[in-house]
């Protein structure tokens, strides 16, 4: 490898390593056996050496060694592309950007309806949804990639393409996409999000609790509920999911609804049934998204339903069949 080249004695680097299966079974050990190599190759040729930065590397490099194979490669963009760099206000335990990206992918959505998330907590759904709609690029506020750093960097046209690429975000209409939340905190961080984003001032935010939102029909509904096991005010987690589903089935018409949990089980408390339901990681939990389909008229038919029970109730409580001790009328002719 030419790691002068490469790397040379005025950038910095860093190795980053995974080790799987392998006689090697320490990551720590595989990347200084490598950092070892290269700085050793580049001050045998230029008698010095470069610096190693893990924090801000002008240059990353990733081992990965799996059944004693190793693949050595550089990293074009630099940095975890997962960070898109708009949420630098978050509450506890918020979603992942690339989670969120993947639920908006797994919804359809193309912008062609409203789309609502009614406990948008740090309004990391709403900004994947904007992100999408307006063509912003995930890598938009990163200021710099890994590959401006490789020799053969064009440094004019990367700046050509990057300006057509940012040329052609194109805005929303306000309203198209719009999220509330309970609690104040929550919003004033997703306002802060948003603004960091492209057209992020269109997107709709309102403090309420989503039982008191007025209708919201002929759309496309994505959210993470909270899953812990008791809410403020002491309501228990299967309840709240019960109101959930109420929700969905009263104000939500023609809606198809995506709910995200890190705890799967929860969703048997719905109380609807799920059109499908797919396996979706969020760092360590194992969660699911569950996609249900509001049909539209369905609350009429709910409502037509519930008034042909009732009425079959009370015709059977009125219509009292005779009772074996009483006397027949007589049939007879007088």
Request: glycine share 8%; aromatic share 8%; with cysteine.
């Amino acid at each position: 490898m030419d790691w002068m080249s490469l790397v040379g004695t005025e950038r910095t680097f860093a190795i980053f390593a995974s080790v799987s299966n392998s006689h090697i079974t320490h990551s720590k050990y595989a990347s200084l056996k490598l950092k070892d190599a290269i700085v050793d190759t580049i001050r045998d040729q230029v008698g010095s050496r470069p610096d190693v930065d893990r924090r801000e590397p002008d240059v990353s490099i990733n081992l990965h060694i799996e059944n004693n194979r190793a693949t050595v490669s550089l990293d074009a963009a630099g940095r975890s592309m997962h960070r898109r760099g708009y949420r630098l206000d978050a509450m506890e335990a918020p979603l992942q950007e690339t989670v969120a990206a993947a639920i908006i992918r797994m919804s359809e959505w193309k912008g062609d309806c409203p789309l609502l998330d009614p406990m948008c907590g740090s309004g990391t759904l709403l900004a994947e949804a904007l992100m999408m709609a307006t063509g912003t690029p995930a890598g938009y506020l990163q200021k710099s990639f890994g590959f401006e750093h490789f020799p053969d960097f064009d440094a004019w046209a990367w700046s050509a393409h990057r300006k057509t690429i940012d040329e052609g975000i194109k805005p929303i209409e306000k309203g198209l996409i719009s999220g509330s939340d309970i609690e104040t905190e929550a919003l004033r961080n997703a306002r802060k999000n948003l603004s960091r984003l492209p057209h992020g001032d269109m997107v709709t935010l309102t403090k309420a609790d989503y039982r008191n939102l007025a209708p919201f029909e002929d759309g496309v509904m994505v959210t993470n509920p909270p899953y812990g096991v008791r809410l403020s005010g002491g309501m228990k987690i299967e309840d709240f999911y019960k109101e959930l589903g109420d929700f969905f089935k009263q104000k939500c018409s023609g809606t198809t609804a995506f709910v995200y949990v890190g705890k799967p089980e929860l969703l048997k408390t719905v109380g609807l049934r799920t059109t499908w339901k797919k396996e979706l990681v969020n760092g360590a939990l194992e969660g699911r998204l569950a996609r249900y389909d509001m049909y539209a008229g369905q609350r009429e038919k709910d409502r037509l339903r519930r008034e042909a029970q009732e009425a079959a109730a009370a015709s059977t409580e009125t219509s009292t069949p005779p009772s074996a001790d009483t006397e027949a009328p007589d049939q007879t002719a007088g």
